[in-house]
C-alpha cells in the first residue's frame, strides 16, 4: 500500500514537471510509465533493505524465495487446479532478522503436511546461507500460511571463556553457550539429561561459576560427589549426598520459600503493587544443584523418594516467583526419575549426545533427528520461545584451564579484579 501511494505521487510530481498531457503524446507517456515502475522498483529495493538490514539481505532473500517456489514446484507440494492446465506455487517470502531467517509461505489447498515443505525448505537454502535448517515451524491459526524460523546450526556456538572475567555474569543471568544468555527470573529451573561422558557435568560447572560470581547462594545434592571438593571454600553444610541430608535440605529450601513468600506479600502491601517477584525485590537467586539425580532416587526408600518428590515439586512450583531456582543433572528423562509434574515445570531442556526417539520425546516431547550427534553437543529447548529444540554445544572451560578449584575459589571470593 505504501509503495502504490509513493508511486501515485511520483506519477503526479512527474507529469506535473514534464508539462504534458498523457494522451498527447504516447513517447512521453511510455516514458513516464518507464519512470514510474522504474521508481516504483526502487522504492521496492529501499524498503526491502531496511527490512533485511542491508541491500545484500534483501537481494539473497530473493534468491531464497526463488529457490524455495523451485523446490516446491520440483516436489509437487503445490496446489493443481482441478479440471484447469494451471499449476498454482504458493507465495513466499524470506526475510532476515537479527541471526535468524523467518520464511513465510501461503497455504494452498492440499498443501497439510508443514514437515514436507519444511523439509523442501532446508534442501533449498545454498551458499553462504547452507548451514541454515528450520528450527521452528508454525502453522497460522486461520489457515493460510506457513511461517519457518531457520538459524545457523552448521557454526560451533561453544561456550568458550577465555578469562576468568569471561566467567563473571550478573545475578539471575547464565551465558549456556555463544549468543545464549537465559534469565533465570524469566526462564526458571532447568534440567540436563545425556549419558555418561555427554558433558552434563561440564555444563553444571560452568553454571555453577558463573552464580559462584555473583554470590547466588548454591545448594548441592551431589550425585556423584563430585561437588564435595567445593568444601576447601565453600560450606560443607550445603553440600549433602547422604539421603537424609539431601532431605534436611530440601526442606530448610521449601522453608525458605514461605519466608520468602511472606517477604513478597508485605512488600505487595506496601506497594500496593501486584505481582511483584523477588527478582523485582532484587533477592539473592538460590539455586539448587542437582547432579546424577536418577542416583539418589535409586538409593532412596519408597518413603524417602516421595518425600524428596514433594519436597522438588514445591521447589519447582513456588520457587519462581520467590527467586529459588531448581538445575538438576541425569542420565534418563524418564518419569520415574522425576515426574512429569516436575519435568513440565523446567523452563530449559538440554539434551545431550545421540539419543533414541523415545528419549526425545521424553525429553522435548517431540523427536529430533534420526543421526548420531557429536561428542558434547546436543538439542536444547527453552519454554515459549521456541517449538523445535535447537543445536546446543557443551562450555569448553578446560581450554584455558578455567576448570580447576583455584577458578572456582577465586570467582567465589570475588578474586577476579
Known sequence: MAVAILVLIVSSLLVKFLNISFFADIRNLALIVSLILAVAELI???VGSMQNDGIFKYFWSLYLADCIRKSLL???DINIVKNAPIIEVPAVEVEFSDDKIKVYVSKLAGMSDIDKVREDIDSSFRGKYKAYAVVEAIASINGVEFSFTLEDVGTDRTFIPKTINDLVKKPYFLTLQKGLTINLAKYPHM????RTGSGKTTVLMNIIAQCFSNDTDLLFIDGKTEFSSFSIFYPSSKIVTDNADVLNLLKHVTATIMERQKI???EVKR???LGLT???LGLKPIVVIGDEIGSIVAGMTAKEKKQFVAYLTQIVQKGRS?????IVASQSPAVDVLPNGIRSQFSTKILLGSASGDIQRMAFDVEITDGDVARFQGYYIIGGTSVLPQKYFVPNLF?????DLQTFEKLYKHDFN
Open 44 to 46: 521496492k529495493i529501499i
Open 74 to 76: 520440483n516436489t509437487m
Open 191 to 194: 534440567a540436563v539429561w545425556g
Open 264 to 266: 513478597i506479600a508485605d
Open 271 to 273: 506497594r500496593k503493587k
Open 278 to 280: 523477588g527478582f523485582d
Open 322 to 326: 520467590v527467586s529459588v531456582f531448581l
Open 399 to 403: 581450554k584455558y584451564g578455567l576448570a
